[in-house]
């Protein structure tokens, strides 16, 4: 017997993962609304142990944004039981015929939604992934691995409890949920080379947590890569549709995956729109990192931006801050060439009056998203109606995009006959 | 610049994908029709260079069978392209809406397939899927870099010669088509760490190569693995029809993924069912490794089968051959947990007259293919109606069981607005 503690929870989710597999969606539903009251019940013991992780955070000199996304209020607590409950609210993936027909020989053909079955979730700083993470996997009839930031360490311990006791006061396998054991890098190392016993890996967190994933693990990821968005204006455009996307996309919540780091602009459009851009990216207290001839215009525009030269390393960089790359292109080609390059695959977006043109962008570029006339801020499973995201895939393979429920789900076939064989007589039943 | 012969490869075929990503079906139609013309009117040079391989295979004291999987034929080449024109003559995936909406603030939301872009396939022996894997690919809008086996390697440098001619002849870029240039294994080992210029890899052949391209590649796989097929014969059941579905699963091509390589049989039926089966295994000269009560149910029949005892390695083996492991089991239950415990989640069948046990074995049986009162030899994409396969995924993510045209592809989503904005009222518009 293996005696690693990561590889002994694996075992333990994969034997829950069996027995929740065909659970109907009414004790699934039950379970996580036994979650949501739990959470609610026991919100002191979750503060406390939250406490703990805030006290050594500031300790550590921790700054005070990362501190508040690590803090856990009763307010917090009450809208993440809300977020669980929500949940329960969705249609469940599992048991859904994605096609079905009769074959020719008389055989029946269906296509049907299956759990996963183990999700391991790798993820940073904010606690309430935690439950949202076990809350959706739940939902769609996995078991879930969960391997958080140590900063988070004793809230999630204390949260993990609170789902563990609740799943198991309903009558479902406690092992459902559980925390990956062990301090350091290697129980993490571990996680990610249980091909066979974890089906699948989500990493949430920083471009480095991503990359060593992708490199290390031998489980399939679902890569949630870095958005490296980009604006378009093309020369036929509404300049102030464009303004207003720019800013929205940019610098609503520049922080995000889906926020804006590079603006494109059609060259015999320039003159006229970049002004009332620079202008109203200034008002929002963004830097411009500009090519020759952004900076060329912004020298002979009294705009209030402030515009730096742009080097290489722009071209490709999330700022995820008030900053912005921008260039000007000679057309819409041009535009693609340059996404091709140097975009992330995100989301692109492309501000245009010309229906040809959004035609052609939208065939030509190849992100999880292209948004026509539309911020690049959309590119999220609660505004695309999904209900819940576990996060937003750049990948291409099995999920693209923003991921609900189905997306923790694969299928299997389930083939019907009368007692068919190959090369043989269709049965005369 | 990269200096590597495959990083340039990847560099061209990434090229190649991006100029065929947005062709419309009938211009990839037209070029699959060419690619099938070309086949024929070169099956000369093809099989000449065919030729020098099964001379230095024979040299080499290959076995006849692998010798002749090596073998081109003018009548195999005029196959192959019939096979080719049947893809021209096959619906076209990119495109289709997968899903779509209007969303509440008046966006409309759309999520399209789209060619996956490159796509790598490792394989051995049989030349032909060089063609097949090519047009499966091209269809798919996708460009291809193909590796296959090195005693195959003048056949296939002839067979992507005449690709590429066709390819580039039509009008479209040559390098959708092209072979991993390079002697030996790192060749390889570079196209498996080639995340980002190649979007997938298809590995397609023994164990070991599907092992070796799970364990150390970067770039997603689609793992086609072993099939430790299954057949159970539960309490309630029609011996005939068992038998014959036993049989076929076993027998009629026991050298492919699909043919069952265990048998498992309900203790209430065994009486009735084994002898039977004994003497229909012993008729199609296959021996039966068995557990302690098979080993002693078969001394008490003259069944003229040769039975052995069966070891762990039994369960888990996939013989390909005229072997078959076989087991009583006391309940339904107890065979699906045998299924976990051994199989590689290809396929398994259940043979019964019992609805209940039909549907338990099905909910509760976790494989690519779960086949009710049918051979387990139906998991084909030919079978399914796909019209053509690129192999059968045992793995959970992408794409499950046989793989035909869609899963060649990627998805992306078009968000199109009248200039909405997070957080922003709705556009008059």
Known sequence: MPQSPVIRAAYRARAAAAE??????????????????ALEVRTAEIVEANAEDVARAREAGTGATVIDRLTLTPERIRAIAGDVRDVAALPDPVGEIVRGSTLPN???????????GVVGIIYEARPNVTVDAAALCLKAGNAVLLRGSSSASASNLALVTVLRDAVGGAGLPADSVQLVPGEGREPVRELMRARGMVDVLIPRGGASLIRTVVEE????????????????????????MAVEI?????????????????????????????????????EAGVTVHGDERVRELAERVDSGATVVEATAED?????????????????????????????SGHTEAIVTTSQAAARRF?????????????????????????????GISTQKLHARGPMGL????????????DGHVRGGPRPSR
């Open 20 to 37: 929740i597999a065909p659970l109907p969606r009414s004790v699934k539903d039950d379970v996580l609304l036994a979650i949501a009251d």
């Open 106 to 116: 008389g055989i029946d053909l269906r296509q049907v939604r299956v759990p996963l």
């Open 217 to 240: 693990a031998t489980v399939p990821v679902i890569e949630t890569g870095t958005g490296n968005c980009h604006v378009y204006v093309d020369a036929e455009t509404d300049l102030a």
């Open 246 to 282: 720019l800013i929205n996309s940019k610098a609503q919540r520049p922080s995000v995956c889906n926020a804006a780091e590079t603006l494109l602009v059609h060259q015999d459009v320039a003159e006229a729109f970049l002004p009332l851009a620079l202008r109203a990216l200034a």
């Open 315 to 343: 071209w490709e960089t999330e700022y995820l801050s008030h900053d912005i790359a921008a260039a000007v292109v000679d057309s819409l080609d041009a535009a693609v060439a340059h996404i091709r390059l140097w975009s």
């Open 362 to 390: 939208t065939q030509l570029v190849d992100s999880t998203t292209v948004a026509v006339n539309a911020s690049t801020r959309f590119t999220d499973g609660g505004q695309f109606g999904f209900g819940a995201e576990i």
């Open 406 to 417: 189905p997306e923790l789900t694969s299928t299997k076939y389930v083939v019907t006959g």
